[in-house]
């Protein structure tokens, strides 16, 4: 957390939070709703796309979560709840400087080690890590999948092929050999099974 964004906290300590004025796409784009009514579906409220590479950057370096799972903005004093259309951290997958899959958050984080996976009817992939719950975003899932293999070194097409497949081990190919169980998960079960708040 930034310094300044401490010393309001200790200055101003008692700003009511507020809620229905952010969110994060499941794309990984942080949008404000200047009326604050952004707790509704995502095509409801789509909201204004923030653009500024500063503010993305401050926000992204101010951005936590408390002890119930509910992730938040702390603008200054002023704790700004977030709206999760699909994950508190987005993922995407690149290579790291040996030319390894590298797991990274929308904020350029590196996230993991990837403790369990879980893919739902929908197609989405999710993540958890010490850093919390993340979504593959979309245009990553492909590269995601082909980097995912089981332990035994194969892809995973014989696995997603089956009608109902039980949990395989899995690790990122030519990553650290430490293996996550990948399972499969009902959207409705998403923020109990994961941790987090979507609409806090």
């Known amino acids: 957390m930034d310094e300044q964004v401490l010393a ?4 101003w300590p008692n700003v009511p939070a507020v809620r229905g004025w ?21 095509d409801e409220e789509p909201g204004e796309a923030i653009t500024s590479p500063q503010i ?3 926000i992204g370096r101010n951005y936590l979560a408390d002890e119930t799972g509910r992730w938040f903005f702390q603008n200054g004093p002023q704790r700004v709840y977030v709206r999760l259309d699909g994950a508190p951290w987005i993922l995407g997958v690149g290579p790291d400087p040996q030319g ?8 350029g984080r590196d996230y993991g080690p990837v403790t369990q996976w879980w893919l739902s009817p929908g197609g989405r992939l999710y993540a958890r890590s010490a850093q919390g719950a993340g979504l593959v975003a979309d245009r990553d899932l492909a590269r ?16 997603l092929d ?38 806090p």
């Open 22 to 42: 952010l969110s994060l796409t499941a794309r990984g784009q942080w949008r404000l709703h200047p009326h604050g009514r952004g707790w509704g579906a995502p």
């Open 8 to 11: 309001a906290m200790a200055r």
């Open 144 to 159: 995601m999948l082909d980097a995912l293999r089981a332990i035994d070194g194969r892809s995973l097409d014989d696995w």
């Open 100 to 107: 390894r899959p590298r797991v990274r958050t929308h904020t």
């Open 56 to 58: 993305i950057a401050f």
């Open 162 to 199: 089956r009608p109902d497949p039980a949990g395989i081990l899995v690790r990122l190919e030519g990553a650290a050999p430490d293996a996550a169980p990948l399972r499969l998960l009902a959207e409705d079960a998403l923020e109990a099974t994961l941790g987090f708040v979507r609409r």
